[in-house]
């Protein structure tokens, strides 16, 4: 049995759990499952936008197993806080572990996310299996020239973009950097390690793109370097500052649905299901 509570979001096949779910005034999310067999497993599905959507997973796993319901799977392939798995100043949160915790406490039968930022966020959690991005780079390459290289855009990316390389058996991979302050936030100091690279495609892969900065610089000095055409894959798209600047630089920006659905002539989605199944 599957329970998906975003309804555009149905990564697993199966017979869906009816249920309705509202926000009270006050702010508090409030579900109401309908009836069915509670001795089958549940599969049970979101996409976490926001603590409201943290919020009704945890009150849809309450539901489910007042219900009877004895194993639960859990299926949050962008898993929030992600991004914020060390403490870069006094005062700030350990928010994935915040995050973590609260999904711990659910005891639940296990959690599946996709491609995580790093390696602490499955360090934190109980009975946690990670599902890499190798798959969906497989279906974005399908799409792409056959001498399209590999680029990570800086170090922190470079770890997984090796152990990509090598399952895809993508002989180079081309690592840049940059400089980021902890205290504003500002990207400067985006590096290309080759002069010329000679009019080749480029394939840029990374996690997350919340705001495009890094691939926004990081595109124009490949540009410099004399690459050939552009290509972004994202295995979580966020895109908080839209698609005009990464479509002014990129031929196409690839991502999954893991965070939400984007309708953009630029953007081609690989639907989940299509990868996972």
Same mark, same amino acid.
């Given at each position: ?6 309804? $555009? ?16 005034? /006050? ?33 849809? %796993? ?38 973590? #915790?609260?999904? @711990? ?15 602490? *966020? ?33 170090? /922190? ?14 002989? *180079? ?7 980021? #302050? ?23 892969? #990374? ?6 900065? *890094? ?5 124009? $000095? ?33 991502? %999954?649905?893991?965070?939400? %659905? ?11 299901? #299509?990868?996972? @199944?």
């Amino acid at each position: 049995m599957i329970l998906n509570l975003n309804k $555009e979001f149905k990564p697993i096949p199966g017979k869906e759990i009816i249920f309705e779910s509202f926000t009270f005034n /006050g702010g508090e999310p409030h579900i109401r499952i309908e009836v069915f067999d509670t001795k089958q497993k549940v599969h049970l599905t979101h996409r976490i936008n926001s603590f409201n959507d943290l919020g009704l997973l945890c009150i849809a %796993t309450d539901a489910l197993k007042r219900m009877g319901v004895k194993e639960i799977d859990i299926f949050i392939p962008y898993f929030p806080a992600a991004r914020q798995d060390r403490v870069m100043q006094s005062g700030e949160s350990l928010s994935v572990k915040v995050v973590a #915790d609260i999904i @711990n406490n659910l005891q639940v039968s296990s959690l599946t996310i996709l491609d995580p930022h790093s390696d602490v *966020t499955p360090a934190l959690l109980n009975d946690c299996t990670v599902i890499s991005n190798h798959a969906f780079i497989a279906k974005v390459l399908e799409k792409l020239p056959k001498d399209v290289m590999l680029i990570s855009p800086d170090a /922190g990316a470079s770890k997984k973009i090796f152990k990509l390389a090598s399952a895809l058996n993508i002989p *180079t991979v081309i690592e840049c950097g940059k400089k980021r #302050d902890v205290i504003t936030g500002q990207l400067s100091g985006f590096h290309v390690p080759l002069d010329n690279l000679e009019n080749k495609p480029c394939l840029i892969v #990374d996690d997350i793109c919340d705001g495009g900065g *890094t691939f926004i610089g990081l595109g124009k $000095e490949l540009k410099k370097k004399n690459a050939g055409a552009l290509y972004l894959a994202i295995s979580h798209g966020i895109f908080s500052k839209g698609f005009d600047d990464l479509s002014s630089i990129y031929e196409y920006v690839f991502t %999954t649905d893991s965070f939400r %659905t984007i309708r953009n002539p630029n953007i081609q989605q690989i639907q989940l299901k #299509d990868i996972l @199944n």
